[in-house]
């Protein structure tokens, strides 16, 4: 892809010339999938939009020292996630296994809609009982449904950009997922219920 | 082909429908979901969430700070919504 092309082509990128170009256009490419992960672990509009804008620098400056075995993508989601991580030791540490409150902001948009108003208010639910199960997960389970079910990242991937075990990984895919439908079932039984009366 | 009992293809479940089995692994899932309705359902119900997940959750806020840190450091506009997808 475009993004793994760059390092390959492009080489060592001298400032100022026409490395930067590609890498300024590559980069900006991943801005909406850096800005969804920020949001799934910051939660705060404000907050996701700092993470970015400071991973963008940071990769800017560190543009060459970038490891050309790795793509431009992963290795910006390593930076932000690294930029995340230390901005959490500054501050205070997510408790493991909170139970945590939905944090949505009101200007995010969400995708899907469909043309039939009953399917769309349906589905509609389904979305944000969904979002809401998601964003209600402890960090280290939200990090990797993010990476995995919504950026398409592979599990050696995740696990090179979150720092741990691949097995990490594949065990908080599991466990996540499996919140993620537990808090699915309560929401769903509700609106069946609904329906029957 | 190797034969998988039910406890083992719970644990190859998410390795399964996220595509990182392959060759015999992959061969012996599929093969055991065939014959056992459970199974087969229980992986249906993983894809279906996977497939929730990628159509419905998400963000596609475009953060007003990072036009600014386009225009201001990179003096270029920032390029139509979208996502590159997965790295191949």
């Known amino acids: 892809m475009a993004v793994r092309v760059f390092f390959r082509s492009e080489g060592t990128v001298e400032p100022g010339g026409r490395g930067d170009e590609g890498f300024c256009e590559a980069a900006l490419l991943c801005l909406d999938g850096l800005f969804g992960f920020a949001m799934s672990l910051a939660r705060d509009r404000s907050a996701a939009e700092d993470l970015v804008q400071e991973t963008y620098l940071r990769a800017l400056s560190a543009r060459r020292r970038a490891d050309p075995a790795q793509n431009l993508r992963g290795w910006l989601f390593t930076i932000l996630h690294n930029v995340w991580r230390n901005e959490r030791r500054r501050v205070r540490p997510e408790p493991l296994g909170e139970a945590i409150r939905p944090a949505r902001s009101a200007e995010v948009v969400w995708l899907q809609r469909t043309t039939d108003p009953e399917k769309e208010l349906e589905r509609g639910r389904l979305s944000e009982s969904l979002r809401d199960a998601i964003e209600g997960l402890p960090e280290h389970f939200r990090a990797v449904i993010v990476l995995r079910g919504i950026e398409g990242f592979s599990y050696q991937e995740i696990a090179s950009i979150l720092g741990c075990p691949t097995g990490t990984v594949m065990s908080r895919l599991a466990r996540g997922r499996a919140l993620v439908r537990q808090r699915l079932a309560a929401p769903a039984a509700r609106l069946a219920r609904e329906a029957a009366r | ?88």
Do not use: I
């Open chain 2, 1 to 88: 082909m190797k034969a998988l009992d039910c406890e083992t293809l719970g644990l190859l479940v998410h390795p399964y429908v996220d595509g990182e089995l392959v060759g015999e692994d992959k061969e012996a899932v599929e093969t055991h979901v065939q014959r056992c309705a459970r199974c087969g359902a229980a992986l249906a119900r993983e894809q279906e969430l996977l497939g929730s997940c990628a159509r419905r959750a998400r963000f596609t806020g475009r953060p007003r700070a990072c036009a600014r840190l386009s225009g201001a450091c990179w003096r270029r506009p920032l390029p139509a919504p979208g996502n590159p997808g997965p790295p191949s």
